[in-house]
Antibody, heavy 120, light 110 residues
Framework: QVHLVQSGAEVKKPGASVKVSCKVSGYTLTELSMYWVRQAPGKGLEWMGGFDPEDGETIYAQKFQGRVTMTEDTSTDTAYMELSSLRSEDTAVYYC?????????????WGQGTTVTVSS | QSVLTQPPSASGTPGQRVTISCSGSSSNIGSNAVNWYQQLPGTAPKLLIYTNNQRPSGVPDRFSGSKSGTSASLAISGLQSEDEADYYCAAWDDSLNGYVFGTGTKVTVL
């Protein structure tokens, strides 16, 4: 079965960038569609974007367009999410989540989460 | 601010039935499948229901989902203490061209 392991916690200053990794095992990255979801402290889940298998492109939620970049290294089966121009409101747990079916079936495997703290 | 609205909280005693609503619009629930996620305290979310009413392998049949028009519901029958968690509905939104989560409902077992 699929297993996702994310990189460790990060502390960044406002204006900096952060890059979170998500290592896949059990499947190859090319067999999956990877998505990113974040959760601010005490708040709900927020979808950031991910791979659209229908057209082979990455879709970003409108809120994050221009500030987020999601990439994949198929040689290491690792997905990355980079968020730039960080501000305090970006303090959150960032999750990678995946499925090997269309997204309307839901994201059925999740990473353990990576805490990103933005503070001066 | 989410486009899918849920009640902030719901509660019941062990064995009771609890229902959580999820209200959307024609661009999301009205035209796309609904998924439900369970998030136990301090853990990553878990897919609980997919395509409106299907349970992934391993999810107890105490959990059931339904959809009608632009609304969906999650029912937990025979409530157990381990069901105490946050629950989120989610669906694709054609207008936003993105996947949206509900505001979340905290279920408390009294």
């Amino acid at each position: 079965q699929v297993h996702l392991v994310q990189s460790g916690a990060e502390v960044k200053k406002p204006g900096a960038s952060v890059k979170v990794s998500c290592k896949v095992s059990g499947y190859t990255l090319t067999e999956l569609s990877m998505y990113w979801v974040r959760q601010a402290p005490g708040k709900g889940l927020e979808w950031m974007g991910g791979f659209d298998p229908e057209d082979g492109e990455t879709i970003y939620a409108q809120k994050f367009q221009g500030r987020v970049t999601m990439t994949e290294d198929t040689s290491t089966d690792t997905a990355y999410m980079e968020l730039s121009s960080l501000r305090s409101e970006d303090t959150a747990v960032y999750y990678c989540a995946t499925t090997n079916r269309p997204l309307f079936y839901g994201m059925d495997v999740w990473g353990q989460g990576t805490t990103v703290t933005v503070s001066s | 601010q989410s486009v899918l609205t849920q009640p902030p909280s719901a509660s019941g005693t062990p064995g009771q039935r609890v229902t959580i609503s999820c209200s959307g619009s024609s661009s999301n629930i009205g035209s796309n499948a609904v998924n439900w996620y369970q998030q136990l305290p301090g853990t990553a979310p878990k897919l609980l229901i997919y395509t409106n009413n299907q349970r992934p392998s391993g999810v107890p049949d105490r959990f059931s989902g339904s959809k009608s028009g632009t609304s969906a519901s999650l029912a937990i029958s025979g409530l157990q203490s381990e069901d105490e968690a946050d629950y989120y509905c989610a669906a694709w939104d054609d207008s936003l061209n993105g996947y949206v989560f509900g505001t979340g409902t905290k279920v408390t077992v009294l």
